[in-house]
Each structure stands twice: as structure tokens, then as C-alpha cells.
């Protein structure tokens, strides 16, 4: 499935798998599917994970969009797009990803926290500002971020649950992402999908009673 930022607008919620193993990424995405999460990374960390990228783009197909996560070089950037990846998150903004997802037109979802790192990752060209990690300062920060910064969308990263997504929403937010807390190595390792498909389940109905609040 390619981007497509309506649709993210729609279900701002996305998936950071790390360290999924070979034999049981199909059980992964399976899980992540059913449960209805439309957005998934696979960190460039993970053991093998371009083939990753590979397999699950092709296995997914449209039904859910594959993004490479933990890009910190052009040359990182270069083989995951190659590899099948439809967007590209980081920890922090790198200006030579950042030039390479322009040229592609990519999605670029650079991490910064600090008001002059956020302000920067979006004139590199962000397509959304990854706050992380937002569970240091919490929902307020957002509030007093969208502040000077109101045009900027930002995905609140880190520490993120069903109980605290409406205060990140309604302080600002326009996008969650979701990692080791739902989608920990020992629930994948053990093939504890009921559990990653459970919480799923709470988190996308967290977002969208939210949105359904104010749309």
C-alpha cells in the first residue's frame, strides 16, 4: 500500500515493530491487520530487516502500508525505499534523508523534541514532526508547542497509551505511534498475538472515539 496522507489524517496511528524474528513477522502483520492498524515501521535495527521491509510489502499488499523506521543515513534511506518501504521515520532529522525523501517524494517522519529541532525537521520537510520522546514532558508540551507552531503536525512518540491518546489529541497532536509496548519482543518471540491484537483494538478505538468527538 503507498501513503496516503488522507488516510493517515483518518487513522493517525502507527505501528514500530523491532526485532520482530524471520519465522514470525506473517504473524505480526496478520495481527496488526486484523485488529484494523493501517500504518506499520519495521526499524532498520531489527535483524534483516530490509528483507523485512521486502517480504512485508509484498505480503501486505494494500492492506497495510509498510515503512522502514530508525533511518539515520541517505544510504540507509536509499536501500529501504529500494526495498519496498513507502515512508521513513528516525530519532532525530538527518539533512541528507531529508533531501533524499524530497527527491523521492517520501514521507518523512523525522524525530526532535526541543522547539528549535522541531522547527527545524519541518522546514527540512517533514511530512510530520516525531516528538520523542513525548512521555518526558507529556501531553502539555504539545499544547505549548502548537503554540508558535500551529501549522506543524506532530506524532506523539513514546509512553503513548489508550488512556493518555485523547489529552495527547486534544493538547495538539495530530498523529500516534505505537512500539514496544504493544509489539514487545517477548509477546513476538512467544507469538502472544491475541495480546498485541487486544491493545491494538483499545488504542485504535481510543483514537477514533477522540476524532468522532470533534468531527
Request: with cysteine; glycine share 8%.
Amino acid at each position: 500500500m503507498k501513503f496516503d496522507p488522507d488516510l493517515f489524517q483518518q487513522e493517525p496511528v502507527l505501528g514500530i515493530v523491532r526485532g520482530v524474528p524471520d519465522s514470525h513477522l506473517q504473524g505480526v502483520l496478520d495481527t496488526a491487520r486484523d485488529a484494523g492498524l493501517k500504518f506499520l515501521e519495521i526499524t532498520l535495527n531489527t535483524d534483516n530487516a530490509l528483507r523485512l521491509i521486502a517480504s512485508a510489502s509484498e505480503y501486505c499488499g494494500e492492506a497495510l502500508c509498510i515503512g522502514a523506521g530508525t533511518v539515520l543515513t541517505r544510504q540507509q534511506a536509499e536501500a529501504a525505499v529500494t526495498a519496498g518501504a513507502r515512508f521513513l521515520v528516525a530519532p532525530t532529522l538527518n539533512e541528507e534523508v531529508a533531501a533524499f525523501c524530497r527527491e523521492r517524494e517520501c514521507p518523512y517522519f523525522p524525530g526532535a523534541l526541543t522547539p528549535t529541532e522541531i522547527e527545524r525537521a519541518w522546514n527540512a520537510g517533514a511530512a510530520m514532526v516525531k516528538v520523542f520522546p513525548a512521555s518526558q514532558l507529556g501531553p502539555q508540551y504539545f499544547r505549548e508547542i502548537k503554540g508558535p507552531f500551529g501549522n506543524i503536525p506532530l506524532m506523539a512518540v513514546g509512553g503513548v497509551t489508550a488512556r493518555n491518546i485523547p489529552d495527547y489529541f486534544a493538547s495538539g497532536a495530530s498523529a500516534v505511534a505505537i512500539g514496544g509496548s504493544v509489539f514487545s519482543q517477548s509477546r513476538m518471540v512467544n507469538r502472544e498475538y491475541s495480546k498485541i491484537h487486544n491493545d491494538l483494538k483499545e488504542i485504535l478505538f481510543a483514537v477514533k472515539k477522540f476524532l468522532n468527538t470533534i468531527g
